[in-house]
């Protein structure tokens, strides 16, 4: 087992924020933890980062309690991409992936940075300036730095990941999730990815945790998860599955709006009448 976690809660502001979790993550899995806005997946993922203190029950890495390991030990086998990172200095795409690298020479890293860069699919960008690329080109750099820093790691290696492809189109996400799970089948990685879109990670995690006011919802298989009814408890959302043949479960949501109440708001400002938008003739 790479990753315990053991009954652990986390407080914020006076609030438990997380809610004594409790769940196990293996070498060679891709867990993908959902929830809605302000669930606390971010908060679990920072706790598992060591960025905030677990206040109640415990977690560990390759049997050894967090708190215990070194930072540059935990540098080496655990790698972290946080939800936002804004790059504002004038580096190249190339120079930041290699900041995701230890002190070593330029033939060392060379190898690594352009694998990296090819699979992210970065390497026509690699003398540009990251404060000018586009927000999916600057994640897709994000990714390649973080997964530099365990690239030649030869121990089980733990990625955490917040929200790694929100901000990139529908070919890149696949190639990205795709990328993620050959990481753990292939290499034996174990990868706690943060997601929102639920087709996603259907199509590609192994485990699912659903998060729901800071406490594990259901977690297992996609299709022990994603069911009707939890979708509709936990989100508010109506949605239609189906059990593709393929394996997994495709979410169809009924028609874009949440399932409480919608009906019964009024829009004034949004009356037909008041509308400036025109239809294109
Ligand atoms: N530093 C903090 N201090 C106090 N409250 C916080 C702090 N960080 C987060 N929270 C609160 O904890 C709750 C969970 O936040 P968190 O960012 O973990 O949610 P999330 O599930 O990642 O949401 P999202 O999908 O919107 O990213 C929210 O209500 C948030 O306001």
């Known amino acids: 087992m790479l990753l315990r976690v053991d009954n652990a809660s986390v407080r914020l502001g006076g609030r438990q924020i997380v809610d004594r979790l409790d769940f196990q993550l293996d070498a060679g899995e891709l867990l993908v933890v959902l929830g809605p806005n302000g669930a606390g997946k971010s ?3 920072k706790a598992l980062a060591g960025e905030y203190k677990i206040h109640a029950g415990s977690v560990a890495l390759a049997g050894e309690a ?3 390991w070194t930072g540059k030990c935990l540098a080496r086998q655990r790698a972290v991409m946080p939800q936002r990172v804004e790059v504002n200095f004038p580096l190249t795409v190339e120079e930041i992936v290699r900041l ?3 002190p070593e020479p330029l033939s060392k890293s060379q190898p690594i940075l352009e694998e990296l860069m090819a699979l992210l699919d970065i390497t026509h960008l690699q003398r540009r300036l990251a404060p000018g690329l586009s927000g999916g080109e600057q994640q897709r750099v994000q990714l390649a ?5 365990v690239w ?3 121990k089980p290696v733990l990625l955490l990941l917040d929200e790694c492809t929100s901000a990139l189109d529908p070919a890149h996400q696949q190639q990205v999730f795709s990328l993620l799970r050959k990481l753990a089948w292939q290499r034996g990685f174990a990868v706690l990815a943060v997601a929102h879109d639920l087709n996603l990670a259907a199509r590609f995690a192994d485990r699912l945790l659903l998060l729901h006011k800071g406490q594990c919802y259901s977690s297992g298989e996609p ?3 994603l069911t009707e009814s939890a979708l509709a408890e936990v989100y508010g959302l109506s949605a239609r599955i189906l059990n593709l043949e393929e394996g ?3 979410v169809i949501p009924r028609d874009g709006r949440c399932a409480k109440d919608y009906d019964t708001l009024s829009w004034p ?3 037909p009448q008041n509308s400036s938008c025109r239809q294109a003739s």
């Open 43 to 45: 908060t679990l993922l």
């Open 66 to 68: 967090l708190k215990d």
């Open 100 to 102: 995701g690298r230890p």
């Open 145 to 149: 730095r973080v997964l530099a820093q």
């Open 152 to 154: 030649d790691t030869r």
């Open 223 to 225: 299709s022990d998860v």
């Open 248 to 250: 997994y479960p495709l």
């Open 269 to 271: 400002g949004l009356a």
